[in-house]
C-alpha cells in the first residue's frame, strides 16, 4: 500500500489499532508533548506532511532547524523502509512544498509587522511594561489614532520602531498639553519605556517592525499539486529573545482571527499552526494576556485554523487553553525528581483513561518514536488513550544544508515581495517636522491636532480656510521662520512696505487725535497704537 492515509484522514501511527487525525476535526487544535529528544519534532513533520499531503497549508515555527528536512526528498533508509512495513505500507521517499520565513531576513524571506497592526497591549508585552508604563504606550497609540495627519499616513502613521521613539519623545517634551488630554505623562515613565524600547531594538526587534508587512493569505497559498504550502520560520536565533518570538506568534494568530471569515466547521481547515516552544508564551504573562490567548484559541477554529501547541508538558499551558486542545500526542518523559513525578501524573491526567494501560507509568517507558495518542473522534470527544509507534516520514528527517535552503528560497513564488524593505512617510518624518515649526499653525498648541476645514455649504466657519490664509500672511512675510534664520529679500521688501505704511498712518491718526482732544499725549499713544499693530508684529 502506498499511502495509509484514508479519506479525511491523516494516518499518524499504529498501536492495537491505527491511529487517524480526522481533518474535519482538526481545527479543534491539538498539543504534542514531551522530553528534549523524545521525538516530538518528528511528530510535528509527520502532522505537516499529513495536512500538506491534504492540500492544508501549514505554519510552524523551526526552533533547532531540524523541521526544515521537509523541503527535501527523504531516503528510503532500511530503518525507515522496516517501521512503515511493519505498520502495512510501503514507504516511499517524497518533497513537499516549502516557504522559508525569517524574522531577521537571514534564513527565508523577511517576515514583518507594523508597530500599529501589533497593537499596545501586545507591543507592552514584548517590551515586558508595568502598568503605568503600559499606560505610556496607550496613550501614544491613542494620540496617533487621534492625529488626523499621523492617521492618514501608511500604517496610521506607527510603522517601526523609530516611529514609536519619535512619538514617546514628542509626548515627553509635550507632556503638560498631552497630559491635560489624556492623562499624566510622567517623564520618568516614558524613559522607562525608551530603555526597554532600546533593549528590543538590541534584540533585534528592528528587523521585524516596519513594511512591507505579511500579507495573512500569502501563508494559504495552494503548492504544486494542490497541496498545502508548508511555511517554516527559521527560530533558531529568536530563541534568544524569547519575548519577541512569543509574542510574534501571538500576534501572527490575532491576525488570523482578526481577518479569516467565519465558515463553522469545515471539511479540512483553512490552516494549522503549530506554535513549538509554547511554553514561552505564558511564562509570566499577565492576565489580560492569557485571556485573550484563550480567547483567540477558542473562537480561531470557526475560522478553520487549527491551533497545535507544542512543549515539554501539558502543565506548561494554561487549564482554560488546555481544555480546547482536543488532540493528543505524548512523548516519553522522565521522572528524576518528585517535581518531575507530579508532572508525569498530571501529564497522564489530561488523557481520557484507557483502563488497559497505567498512563503514568507507560509515559516514561516510552521509546523514542512511540508515544500515546488521543484524537477527536465523531461528536468531537477524545478516544480513549493508546501507546502507538509513529510512523516515518517521508521527507528528510533533520535539518538542510544552506545550499538547500538557498535553493529552495531562489525558488518560492513569493520571490521579491518582502525582501526589500520600505520606509513609508510616518510619525517619525511628521514629528520630527512638527517640532521642528514647520507642520502646526504658529498659534497651535503643541500636541494638537490641525482643526478640521468645515464641509462646503455647512455654514461652520471656514476654519481650514483661515489657516491657510494665515499660513500664507507668515510666509510673506517671514512669521514662521525660526529665530536667527535671515529673512529673504521678497520678505524684506514686504516688511519695509508695511512699515512705511505703518508709519504714514500713524502719523495722520496722531495729527487728528491731537486736534480732536486737544492733547498731544493723546497723539503720541494713538501713534505708537498702530506701529505696534501694524510694523511691531513684523520685528522678530
Known sequence: MAS?????????????HDQFLSLALANRHGLATGATGSGKTVSLQVLAEGFSRAGVPVFAADIKGDLSGIAVRGEAKPELVKRAKDMGFDYEPEVFPVVFWDLFGEQGHPIRATVFEMGPLLVS?????????????????????DDPEIKATDGEGLVDLKDLRELLGYLSKNAKEISGRYGNVAASAVGAVERQLLVLENQGGTNFFGEPSLVIDDLMRPGPNGRGTVN??????LMSSPRLYATFLLWLLSELFQKLPEIGDPPKPKLVFFFDEAHLLFNEAPKELLDKV?????????KGVGVYFVTQNPVDVPDKVLAQLGNRVQHALRAFTPSDQKA????????????????????????????????LEAGGTPTMVERANIRPPSARIGAITPDERKAVISKSPLKGKYDTRVDPVSAFEIL???????????DAAPGSAPAPEAPAGSGAPATGMFHRIGDKFRNVFGIGRHRGTPLTT?????????RAVAAGMATQVAAELAKSTGSKTAGTIGKAVVRGALGGVLRR
Open 232 to 237: 517554516v520560520l527559521a527560530a533558531d536565533k
Open 294 to 302: 484563550e480567547q483567540v484559541v477558542r473562537l480561531i477554529r470557526s
Open 344 to 375: 508525569v501524573k498530571a501529564a497522564a491526567e489530561t488523557f481520557r483513561p484507557n483502563p488497559k494501560l497505567n498512563t503514568a507509568q507507560v509515559i516514561m517507558e516510552l521509546g523514542k518514536g512511540e508515544a500515546l495518542v488521543s484524537f
Open 490 to 498: 521678497s520678505q524684506s521688501m514686504a516688511r519695509n512696505v508695511v
Open 125 to 145: 508585552r514584548m517590551l515586558n511594561l508595568n502598568d503605568v508604563q503600559e499606560g505610556i504606550i496607550n496613550i501614544a497609540f491613542r494620540f496617533a489614532d
Open 4 to 16: 495509509p492515509d484514508r479519506e479525511g484522514t491523516i494516518f499518524v501511527g499504529k498501536g492495537d
Open 432 to 442: 520630527q517636522r512638527r517640532l521642528a515649526g514647520g507642520a502646526a499653525p504658529a
